[in-house]
């Protein structure tokens, strides 16, 4: 995928959405592409998006008014999707993300892929199961929130100056991990890298890493506290990792132990 040509729009409904994870959001849009069109929707009129308001010309997003003409109802929904589908015929982007957690948008990302263009959503973990599977990417937003922060008692017995890495006895990740994340799911790892091997029987754990999205689109490692792919795969005991250097960059690869 060649980022420089590759154009994503991105469309927040923002009566469903962190305005907090704003920078979280951008930043992990842009591992796929260039968010050239920035929109939130929303009725701006009411108290609750005003957390977003100051947000908006820091990163270029553009407000888009609704207003909700019933009570207990908004049209975001609606005006999200019609302006999707105008930017999808006017060809101007090669992909969109939906930044929300609400089951309305599942029929709008399962058009837009069949439409053949690249789709990913951006929403909680509690997000219907028809959305994030109708998407090609999803990432919750739980997963970009800081996964190791330290307690405020410990800060408070730091000495000025010392780091917190010096005040907190040392854990391996997989032992901190086993606390305080959910198991990695081994099936769809197995069923991944099986689908990924050469005839050497060892795969490149990026081509894994597409396998498993497109089994699972929501897998991400750090919903295992594991920050890369590469990570995960170093704390799984029945692989192992191989580095494997091309013109100076690593491409690691993974094969059963």
Not at 156 to 176: C, V, Y
Request: net charge positive; proline share 5%.
């Amino acid at each position: 995928m060649n980022e420089t040509k590759f154009n994503i729009a991105v469309l927040i409904d923002g009566d469903n959405a962190q305005a907090k994870l704003i920078n979280e959001i951008i930043e992990e849009v842009s591992k796929y592409g260039k968010a050239t069109i920035r929109r939130i929707y929303g009725d701006w009129t009411v108290p609750h998006m005003n957390s977003w308001k100051e947000l908006l010309n820091k990163n270029s997003i553009s407000p888009i008014q609704k207003f909700a003409y019933t009570t207990g109802k908004n049209s975001t929904d609606s005006s999200l999707i019609i302006d999707a589908m105008d930017i999808l015929h006017s060809k101007s982007v090669d992909g969109f993300c939906i930044v929300s957690s609400d089951s309305d948008y599942t029929g709008l990302a399962k058009r837009i892929r069949e439409e053949g263009m690249f789709v990913m959503g951006i929403g909680r973990k509690t997000t219907p199961l028809a959305f994030v599977n109708s998407c090609e990417i999803f990432t919750f937003t739980e997963n970009l929130l800081p996964q190791f922060e330290i307690p405020a008692e410990e800060n408070k017995l730091m000495a000025p100056g010392q780091t917190a890495k010096k005040n907190i006895p040392k854990k391996s990740i997989a032992e901190k991990n086993k606390k305080e994340f959910p198991q990695v799911n081994l099936q769809l790892i197995d069923k991944a890298f099986e689908i990924s091997t050469n005839e050497e029987v060892e795969a490149y754990i990026s081509k894994v890493g597409l396998s498993l999205r497109k089994i699972d689109p929501s897998f991400d490692p750090r919903t295992y506290g594991y920050k890369t792919i590469t990570q995960l795969f170093e704390n799984l005991p029945k692989y192992k990792v191989i580095k494997n250097e091309v013109n100076g960059l690593n491409h690691p690869l993974v094969k059963l132990k």
